[in-house]
């Protein structure tokens, strides 16, 4: 079993910034792939980001690229998404999974994994 556990949301104004955390326990986990998603109210579930734990690749989805960055920490079992230039249709729960197959999908049906999410809301 993985335990994911997020962290980091809360209320931010349009073209501020937040960190979300992911902290990462249970099993080995070094051939995952981490992701972050995201809902909506009313919304499907769609993919944000994702990072080979090993590899360091990444993947994301196209309206994020160029403002949102994920990455890892080995030593903290973490991995983050930084998020700039927040607009006001950022605004969902994200969160966190793990895909066992090691590979980089937008699929949440790949993911295996999942935190309970954290809220991020921002205003315009």
């Known amino acids: 079993q993985v335990q994911l556990v997020e962290s980091g949301g809360g209320l931010v104004q349009a073209g501020g910034s937040v960190r979300l955390s992911c902290a990462a326990s249970?099993?080995?986990?070094?051939?995952?792939?981490m992701g972050w998603f995201r809902q909506a109210p009313g919304k499907e579930r769609e993919f944000v980001a994702a990072?080979?734990?090993?590899?360091?690749?990444?993947y994301y989805r196209d309206s994020v690229k160029g403002r949102f960055t994920i990455s890892r920490d080995y030593a903290k079992n973490t991995v983050y998404l930084q998020m700039n230039r927040l607009k006001p249709e950022d605004t969902a729960v994200y969160y966190c999974a793990a895909a066992t197959s090691g590979r980089l999908s937008s699929s949440t049906y790949e993911y295996d994994y999942w935190g309970r999410g954290t809220q991020v809301t921002v205003s315009s």
């Open positions: 249970g099993r080995t986990f070094s051939s995952y792939v």
């Open positions: 990072i080979n734990w090993i590899y360091g690749s990444t």
